[in-house]
């Protein structure tokens, strides 16, 4: 009992000496105050478990600007709306993205979301392009309207897992063969890009590392077969392969690639859980459901069945566009941005050291009771008002020189989704599945709904 009494004493002094330590490390005069947790691991765990509450509780001690140490690096934390707006517009004022070695090493450092300067310009140009009105309303719009007439065929009278039938909403690059062996692997790589990058054997970094080099193989195969094959393929990478850049940037295959991880990743974390979740809220709010279904209806109404979205259809759907912005409030997907310092610089009065990464902490705008009166109310309503989307504050889909390239691309799949499941179906919830919002959004055992003809 005595030698265990000691070890007690031991291990607590060494555990106390260890994080004064990594205190001691980053108290320079004119930082924000904060707390650093332990060497290496800083506060990560605390971050990422108990989230918005880890914020909150910061907030109430030291402030709306605080440091900490999350997913490997010191970081200056801002929940300050005039501040965050300063640096999402300042981007060229010593201020680059500053998202976490474990996504750059797994997205790839070419990826849109980590490049800046003219490189950033280039790439966005890119992407611009890719995705811009014409191309969705003449390529993209035509292939996911067919995509979901046959995706939600036959779901009458079935049990599904609403959350796993999103996933696969999901476009892979090339064919089924293609999609079986890819979104394994990407599902992977997801869970990998929020991680501490501690490349040891069983944590989700290496995982995910692993999964990006087989997602490259697959990717340089499919690259290589249509250059051998010189067949014209009107999909995403075909448009990225393309020798005409007499309007864009010209990319390598690196560039592609990293390019085509990002749009994958993006729709990943965006339209899927929103799809998801938006069917979770119809479900628990009748009326709304009720004016969803109405509206899609009396486009239904003006169509032979056989008839397909077009882009013309997609403005009508006011409302359904302001389902998917409550959705989005309310099941903040995008918790905030991440910025790194190239030189070292004031804020708010504090001194933040070169290097420092400056997390813009943007999900407690979602829950601003002055810009939402009843925040937490499921209110699609409030979005009629068309001023809302457009204020300075608005930053579901980021902001700045960063606002999401795919914003409108998105909202055209979810409401294509949307349209099909409510005019043809409907459903009641399996069970109460338990729902996570935090890092991402997930139902860790699944959603489960049982589904009926409408």
């Given at each position: 009992m005595v030698i265990l009494w000691w070890f007690f004493v031991l291990v607590v002094s060494i555990c106390t000496a260890l994080l004064r330590w990594n205190e001691l490390r980053y108290s320079k005069k004119g930082l924000p105050p904060g707390t650093m947790g332990w060497p290496i691991f800083g506060e990560t765990t605390d971050f990422l478990k108990q989230g918005p509450n880890f914020m909150k509780n910061q907030r109430s001690r030291y402030g709306s600007f605080f440091k900490s140490h999350i997913?490997?690096?010191?970081?200056?934390?801002?929940?300050?709306?005039?501040?965050?707006?300063?640096?999402?517009?300042?981007?060229?004022?010593?201020?680059?993205?500053?998202?976490?070695?474990?996504?750059?090493?797994?997205?790839?450092?070419?990826?849109?979301?980590?490049?800046?300067?003219?490189?950033?310009?280039?790439?966005?140009?890119?992407?611009?392009?890719l995705i811009n009105p014409t191309m969705i309303r003449e390529q993209l719009l035509p292939k996911t309207d067919e995509f979901m007439t046959t995706f939600l065929t036959d779901w009458d009278n079935k049990v599904i897992d609403i959350q796993e039938k999103t996933k696969e909403k999901i476009a892979t690059p090339e064919s089924t063969s293609v999609a079986q062996e890819f979104m394994p692997e990407f599902f992977?790589?997801?869970?990998?890009?929020?991680?501490?990058?501690?490349?040891?054997?069983?944590?989700?970094?290496?995982?995910?590392?692993?999964a990006r080099k087989i997602i490259l193989r697959i990717l340089e195969q499919l690259i290589e077969e249509r250059r051998d094959s010189e067949e014209?393929?009107?999909?995403?990478?075909?448009?990225?392969?393309?020798?005409?850049?007499?309007?864009?940037?010209?990319?390598?295959?690196?560039?592609?690639?990293?390019?085509?991880?990002?749009?994958?990743?993006?729709?990943?974390?965006?339209?899927?859980?929103?799809?998801?979740?938006?069917?979770?809220?119809?479900?628990?709010?009748?009326r709304v459901l009720e004016e969803l279904r109405k509206e899609h209806m009396a486009i239904r109404e003006r169509k032979r069945a056989e008839d397909p979205i077009?882009?013309?259809?997609?403005?009508?759907?006011?409302?359904?566009?302001?389902?998917?912005?409550?959705?989005?409030?309310?099941?903040?997907?995008?918790?905030?941005?991440?910025?790194?310092?190239?030189?070292?610089?004031?804020?708010?009065?504090?001194?933040?050291?070169?290097?420092w990464r400056i997390y813009v902490y943007t999900r407690e705008r979602n829950y601003d009771p002055f810009t939402y009166p009843d925040p937490l109310v499921f209110n699609p309503w409030r979005w009629m008002d068309k001023s809302l989307e457009s204020q300075s504050n608005f930053l579901i889909f980021g902001g700045g020189t960063r606002q999401c390239p795919g914003k409108e691309l998105g909202i055209a799949e979810i409401s294509t989704f949307l349209h099909y499941f409510v005019t043809?179906?409907?459903?009641?919830?399996?069970?109460?599945?338990?729902?996570?919002?935090?890092?991402?959004?997930?139902?860790?055992?699944g959603?489960?709904?049982?589904?009926?003809?409408y």
């Amino acid at each position: 009992m005595v030698i265990l009494w000691w070890f007690f004493v031991l291990v607590v002094s060494i555990c106390t000496a260890l994080l004064r330590w990594n205190e001691l490390r980053y108290s320079k005069k004119g930082l924000p105050p904060g707390t650093m947790g332990w060497p290496i691991f800083g506060e990560t765990t605390d971050f990422l478990k108990q989230g918005p509450n880890f914020m909150k509780n910061q907030r109430s001690r030291y402030g709306s600007f605080f440091k900490s140490h999350i997913l490997g690096c010191p970081t200056a934390v801002s929940m300050d709306p005039e501040l965050n707006r300063y640096i999402l517009m300042n981007e060229a004022k010593g201020l680059v993205p500053g998202y976490p070695q474990s996504m750059l090493d797994i997205l790839g450092k070419c990826n849109i979301a980590a490049v800046h300067g003219s490189t950033h310009k280039l790439m966005r140009g890119a992407l611009l392009a890719l995705i811009n009105p014409t191309m969705i309303r003449e390529q993209l719009l035509p292939k996911t309207d067919e995509f979901m007439t046959t995706f939600l065929t036959d779901w009458d009278n079935k049990v599904i897992d609403i959350q796993e039938k999103t996933k696969e909403k999901i476009a892979t690059p090339e064919s089924t063969s293609v999609a079986q062996e890819f979104m394994p692997e990407f599902f992977k790589l997801v869970l990998g890009t929020l991680s501490l990058p501690i490349d040891l054997p069983g944590t989700n970094y290496r995982r995910g590392l692993e999964a990006r080099k087989i997602i490259l193989r697959i990717l340089e195969q499919l690259i290589e077969e249509r250059r051998d094959s010189e067949e014209t393929h009107k999909d995403m990478l075909g448009y990225l392969m393309t020798k005409d850049t007499s309007h864009r940037h010209e990319l390598s295959d690196a560039e592609i690639i990293d390019q085509i991880i990002t749009i994958l990743y993006s729709g990943y974390e965006t339209v899927s859980t929103t799809s998801m979740m938006a069917v979770k809220y119809l479900h628990d709010h009748p009326r709304v459901l009720e004016e969803l279904r109405k509206e899609h209806m009396a486009i239904r109404e003006r169509k032979r069945a056989e008839d397909p979205i077009e882009w013309n259809d997609l403005k009508p759907m006011k409302f359904t566009r302001a389902v998917i912005f409550e959705t989005s409030r309310l099941a903040t997907i995008v918790n905030g941005v991440l910025r790194k310092t190239t030189e070292e610089m004031e804020l708010n009065g504090f001194v933040i050291p070169r290097g420092w990464r400056i997390y813009v902490y943007t999900r407690e705008r979602n829950y601003d009771p002055f810009t939402y009166p009843d925040p937490l109310v499921f209110n699609p309503w409030r979005w009629m008002d068309k001023s809302l989307e457009s204020q300075s504050n608005f930053l579901i889909f980021g902001g700045g020189t960063r606002q999401c390239p795919g914003k409108e691309l998105g909202i055209a799949e979810i409401s294509t989704f949307l349209h099909y499941f409510v005019t043809r179906y409907r459903w009641e919830e399996v069970g109460v599945e338990k729902l996570i919002k935090f890092p991402r959004v997930e139902a860790p055992n699944g959603l489960h709904i049982r589904v009926s003809s409408y």
